[in-house]
């Protein structure tokens, strides 16, 4: 009766440690290949989450610009129709103050010659200018009345 047994050398024949060897060889080479293939995919996943990740910020920067800058001019808008309120105000004071229409007959007719003067300097435009200069104390006259309209109301 054996009960136990014990190779201690063995050769196995060329062809089967060749065929161990091919077949250890195979398997490293499709590790090799899969994890080249991993790499590959893992490296166009980073590509195109960067890619989005950045049109992303593009889109967002571009975004906020568009809100700047329709602030800016809102901003804009308000800060001149606050001036033009305040001017307005302060011309309305100042025709109140003893002399004031005077000066707003002045301002008018300033304000015609310097209209006069612009139409003038245009070498494209024939400029007729009235005989009658009395007619540029009419228009001073019609916006007086303008005026006045307005401080009846």
Do not use: H, W
Request: include cysteine; charged fraction near 25%.
């Amino acid at each position: 009766k054996v009960l136990r047994y014990e190779i201690k050398d063995l050769t196995p024949p060329n062809e089967i440690l060749r065929a161990m060897q091919a077949q250890i060889t195979a398997e490293r080479e499709k590790r090799a290949l899969i994890a080249a293939s991993e790499g590959r995919r893992q490296e166009q996943i980073n590509i195109a989450t960067g890619e989005r990740e950045a049109f992303i910020a593009r889109s967002e920067g571009e975004k906020q610009a568009a809100i700047n800058k329709a602030q800016g001019e809102a901003q804009a808008l308000v800060t001149v129709a606050s001036a033009t309120a305040q001017a307005l105000e302060r011309v309305a004071a100042a025709i109140e103050k003893p002399c004031g229409t005077e000066a707003v007959q002045l301002k008018i007719a300033e304000s015609a010659v310097q209209a006069y003067s612009k139409v003038a300097q245009d070498a494209k435009t024939t400029l007729i200018v009235p005989s009658n200069i009395s007619e540029v104390s009419g228009l001073i006259a019609s916006a007086m009345r303008v005026m006045q309209q307005g401080k009846a109301k």
